[in-house]
């Protein structure tokens, strides 16, 4: 079974290129594998960053108190509550 690989191009200074050069070599991996890795590492990143709420300890505190005693309904939200039972259950 042949693995399917996708090609990466990009433009970049020379004075970008000889850094990411000896970042390599320091690292004993190819230019390739390191900026592969380097991408990698901050896309997973960034998806982390886009997709994960994190919350300091006091604001776990209140968010888990807010779930086990939710604030009681405002009366407009109650009303209009009522009336959607009340449109689903006449139909």
């Given at each position: 079974m042949t693995a399917t690989r996708a090609r990466l191009?990009?433009?970049i200074d020379p004075d970008v290129h000889s850094l990411i050069?000896?970042?390599?070599a320091l690292r004993g991996s190819t230019v390739?594998?390191?900026?592969?890795t380097a991408a990698r590492v901050a896309a997973q990143q960034t998806v982390e960053d886009a997709?994960?709420?994190r919350l300091s300890r006091e604001d776990?505190?209140?968010f888990a108190e807010a779930l086990?005693?939710?604030?009681?309904?405002a009366p407009?939200?109650?009303?209009?509550?009522?009336h959607?039972?009340?449109?689903l259950t006449e139909g």
């Open positions: 191009e990009a433009r050069k000896q970042a390599a390739t594998d390191f900026v592969v997709t994960l709420l776990q505190r209140r086990m005693a939710p604030p009681q309904a407009a939200l109650r009303r209009a509550r009522d959607r039972k009340r449109l």
